[in-house]
């Protein structure tokens, strides 16, 4: 498959690891919809995540749970708890299942218009009033990288020819390491980039 590289990155994203990658089977009886709502209703605050944030993606986290039940040869969430509770370890395994690995370019359209529009420009104003040389930015959970690289494409189509002499520092983090992993390589598929302006998604590199 084809893939859009980041034009400064030139590296292939490493194969991913096997445990709680999203498979394309249904759910089994045991793990439908609203057992799983339960379920992660439960487990998140442990995890210190919060459940707003998964209702739009449970999916995929449910998907990778249902594996994990299989793996581990459990009838039910109701059984995994009560398997938690036993195997502290276990823990581990249910966080890496509830990473959202689902991200693209301009994700949100409407947010990064008003980023672009209002928002980083009058962050810049602001910079250079103060007499900074550069704005600093963090992208807190930033997955494969689409948000940051949204954001400093942003920079230079709207920001930078107005602030020619301000600079964008942006600070990426995410508490999975293999997505950062990703973002450091740069390549998306064009699935990914499906959001961007015309004008943006013709400079990226096609590779593969």
Known sequence: ???????HQGRRAAAEPQLCRTLSFSLVPWMNDSDCISF???ALP???MRWAGFRRVRKQVCKRIAR???VLGLPGSDAYRVYLSANPDEWIALDRCCRIT???FYRDR???DLLGETVLPVLATQALQRGDT????WSAGCAGGEEPYSLALLWQRRVSPLCPGLGLQILATDSDPRSLERAAVGAYSPASL???PAIVSKSMCMVG
């Not at 084809?2 to 034009?7: E, G, H, K, T, Y």
């Not at 550069?134 to 930015?137: I, P, R, T």
């Open 102 to 104: 689902l991200s693209r």
């Open 110 to 112: 409407r947010a990064f």
């Open 46 to 48: 442990q995890l210190r």
């Open 134 to 137: 550069c704005l600093q930015l």
């Open 1 to 7: 498959m084809a893939a859009a590289v980041w034009p």
């Open 68 to 70: 994990r039940l299989r």
């Open 194 to 196: 499906k959001a961007l």
């Open 40 to 42: 992660l209703q439960w």
